[in-house]
C-alpha cells in the first residue's frame, strides 16, 4: 500500500502557500468584476481557496486553471443562491404594494447582457480578467486556437448589438 503524505507535509504546505500568494490577486478579482461587491468576492475567493486546501490534501495539484474553474462554479452557486433571495425579496415586495427598485446600466453592461453567454464568457474572461488564451482554453476546455475563434466571434455579436442599441437611441 502506497504511503499517503498527511496535511502538515512542509512541501504541500509550502506549494500551495506559493499557489495561494502568486493566485490570490486574480481569482480575487476575478469574483469582485462578476459580483460588484468587494465583501462577497471575499468571500468567494476564501471558499474558492478552502476548496483548494482540501484538493492539495487529497493529493491534486492546484493548478491557476483549477482555480477558475473552482470560482466559476462557487460563483454559480452565489448566482443561484442571489436569484432566490432577489425573487423572494420581488415576491415580499409585491405582497406590499412595492416596486422592486431597478439600477440604470451603461450601453456597454446592456450589449454585454444581451450577448449568449458563451460570448459574455470568453469576452469577460480575456479583457475584464486578463487571461492569457491559453488559461481560458483550460478553464473552457478547449484548445488556444478555438480560444481565438471564439473571441472573433463574440467581438463581432458585442459590436452588432452594440451598434445597433445604439444606433436605436
Keep these: ?16 502557500t506559493q499557489v495561494y500568494t502568486r493566485e490570490y490577486p486574480r481569482v480575487h478579482a476575478f469574483a469582485r468584476r462578476r459580483t460588484g461587491d468587494p465583501g462577497v468576492a471575499e468571500d468567494i475567493t476564501a471558499e474558492v481557496f478552502r476548496i483548494a486546501w482540501e484538493h492539495e490534501v487529497r493529493g491534486g495539484e492546484t493548478t491557476p486553471g483549477w482555480l477558475f474553474v473552482t470560482a466559476r462554479n462557487v460563483l454559480g452557486n452565489h448566482y443561484r443562491s442571489h436569484a432566490r433571495l432577489t425573487e423572494l425579496h420581488g415576491r415580499i415586495g409585491a405582497e406590499l404594494g412595492r416596486a422592486p427598485a431597478s439600477a440604470e446600466t451603461s450601453a456597454v453592461l446592456e450589449a454585454l447582457d444581451r450577448l449568449p ?10 479583457y475584464w480578467d486578463g ?3 491559453a488559461e481560458i482554453g ?5 484548445g488556444t486556437s478555438a480560444v481565438w475563434v471564439r473571441l472573433h466571434r463574440a467581438r463581432k455579436a458585442f459590436r452588432e448589438i452594440y451598434t445597433s442599441s445604439r444606433e436605436s437611441v
Design 1 to 16: 500500500m502506497e504511503n499517503k503524505q498527511t496535511v502538515s507535509e512542509p512541501g504541500r504546505s509550502a506549494r500551495f
Design 117 to 126: 453567454d458563451r460570448h459574455r464568457e470568453v469576452l469577460l474572461l480575456s
Design 131 to 133: 487571461l492569457a488564451a
Design 138 to 142: 483550460g478553464l473552457l476546455d478547449c
